[in-house]
């Protein structure tokens, strides 16, 4: 079969014309790749109120086990893990069976003591008369002491006793512990403990470069997980003088009034101390860029000859729309504010008017 000559031009005109067409939109494709545009916007150093935060645990002010002196069976438990109570408050009462073994010894004591008292009241009657000697007098004396003392360690051991027969709490608060049941014997373990929670500490640890920093008596501002953005206020009471080698830092000692008893031992806090200010670039949080797959943060600053430089930066606070940096960019400086996406370090930009 024969092929028209006429339609094997038309086509071939036809093809190249594609091609030319398709070359030229690929020119201006790549044109448009290479110079992105972008707003900027010029940054510059401002006053930046520098605050700490940390993160701890809160714990009780002052912690008291609840134990017998001696081993013994459990006859009662008033009370039970979460109670709350009071200094004074009966909460344990345990098998008498050891007073009755030291009240005989109290009153053999007593008996004891009034013998020799008239002895010794006899013997200085008769050296009065003439008939004894100083010397039976004085031994008469420290008979009569030993008997005193006797007396007053018999009533000492029975008094302690009586006193771990029915135990008390020595101070107000909540139990956080119980490790018996009534009908158990006492053994190494607490019985009970008791926290005391009004008020309650965070203990928290601060670098060595914030210590001259935080005095004792500032105030410090908490938040809790459970209370949302609600603040409660409290105030540096310990500022330990020695760092712990392992962290480099150093232990600081917050404390709360709770007297409301909201705070409980246990609960995730976070505190916040005002550590004065510092002049430092702030940036539009729409010039930070992160780099996916780290945790590291990038600027594009805009250089003179209108490219770019991907800089690194240290990021500070977040303040409200915008970020404070510790380091990564210059006080006066350029920074890409919109157009990221198609950048590249060293990229050449057209900066919108």
Known sequence: MKKNPIILT??????????????????KAGKTEETPLVKVETVSNRDVNQVGTYTATVEPDLINNISAS???RIKQIYVDEGMRVSAGQRL????DVNTSTYEPQVD???ANLKNVQVDYNRAVELLKIGG?????????EIQLINAKNALASAERTLRNVRENTVLTSPISGVVTVRNYDPGDMTGSLPILTVARTQPVKIAINVSESELAKVRRGMPAIVTFDTYGDEIFNGSVTLVSPTVDQASRTFGVEVTLPNSDNRILPGMFGRVQLSLGTAMHVVVPDKAVVKQPGSGNHYVYVLNPDNTVSYNKVELGQR???????ISGVESGSQVVVDGQAR????KKVKVAK
């Open 92 to 95: 344990v009462v345990l098998d």
């Open 10 to 27: 038309i086509l071939s005109f036809s093809l190249l014309a594609g091609a030319c067409s398709g070359s030229d939109s690929d020119k």
């Open 319 to 325: 303040l409200g729309d915008s970020y404070e940096l």
């Open 132 to 140: 004894g000697t100083k010397q039976q007098v004085d031994q008469m």
């Open 108 to 110: 053999n004591a007593k």
């Open 343 to 346: 950048l590249a370090n060293g």
């Open 70 to 72: 001696a081993p013994n």
